[in-house]
Structures are given as C-alpha cells and as structure tokens.
C-alpha cells in the first residue's frame, strides 16, 4: 500500500496555503530513472493587517530536483525524493498567467487589468536565471519583455 507523503513542503513561513500554484517540469531524458526539475510558482495574498516592515513576499519561485529513490541492494525504485535547488521571492502582485521553466531559466507572465483606461491585459514576460538568485532578496537579474495590447471600445 502506498502511503503519500508531502515531497515538496508549502514555501509561506507558516504553513498557510498558496492562492494559486502554477508548476512546469523540466525533463532529463538522459537519466537511467524518472528524473525531472520542478518549477513552482505560488502567491499568498496575505493578511493586509497588521502592516508588516518589511511587508511579506507576495509570490515565491522555487525549483526542486524530483529523482527516483533507488534501492542499493536490488536498483528498484521505492519512492521518489526531493531536493530543493532555489527558492526566492518575486515581488509583483499582478496576475501570474504563464510559468515555464528549462534548464537554468524559468519564464513567467505577469498580467496588468486597468479599469480605468483603454488598455486591456498590459502584461510582460519575466525571464530569470534561477540559479543565481538569492533567497533573502528581490535583487537579481530579469530580462522584462513588455507587451501592450489596446482594447477597442464600441459604443452604441
């Protein structure tokens, strides 16, 4: 009987759960087992109240190292093990609407709605290398690729 077991724990300091979760997973067709790297994008909204200096991170990137968990004696596969590679934060509040990730970059789309103007769904796409990024702080390098599409209005 299989008995399930959390491989990748929740990256909020208190264990609350995430708002919305996107994933993308990075195959090795070379490796011998099931081998794969595991992007995870997660927002927490949060409580607003109190206000808090520094203020939480809103979003977190992390990337794990999924492998087979190989028995020494036999070579048969028993489980699967974890290992987290990165984690760092991600400021924006914007919707999240794409997560890719390959080899050493994960993409991302972080999406804009205004009310108030005659543009709809300005967005951009983020590119990081995520193996030197630093889990204590928001200052690593992005390519930002901005996007603008005008929404037409009809009127009657």
């Known amino acids: 009987m299989l008995v399930p077991v ?3 724990p929740s990256p909020f300091d208190n264990g609350e759960e995430a708002d919305e979760v996107l994933l993308s997973v990075d ?3 070379d490796s011998d087992y099931l081998k794969f790297n595991l992007g995870v994008i997660t927002h927490h909204d949060g409580d607003p109240e109190p206000i808090q200096s520094p203020p939480p991170f809103f ?3 992390q990337i794990w190292q999924v492998t087979t968990d ?3 004696d036999d070579r048969k596969a ?3 093990r974890a290992m987290q590679l990165a984690s760092f934060p991600e400021e924006h ?3 999240c609407n794409l997560f890719q990730l390959r080899g050493r970059y994960i993409a991302y789309g972080l999406g804009i709605d205004y009310e108030l103007c005659s543009f709809q769904d300005i967005s951009c796409i983020i590119i990081v290398d995520w ?5 204590a702080s928001l200052v690593y390098t992005r390519k930002v690729i901005w996007g603008i599409f005008a ?3 009809h009127f009657l």
């Open 6 to 8: 959390v491989l990748i």
């Open 70 to 72: 190989v028995d020494s």
């Open 131 to 135: 193996t030197v990024c630093n889990p």
């Open 151 to 153: 929404m037409v209005r």
């Open 27 to 29: 195959m090795d067709p």
């Open 59 to 61: 979003r977190w990137i």
């Open 93 to 95: 509040r914007n919707n």
């Open 78 to 80: 028993k489980g699967l």
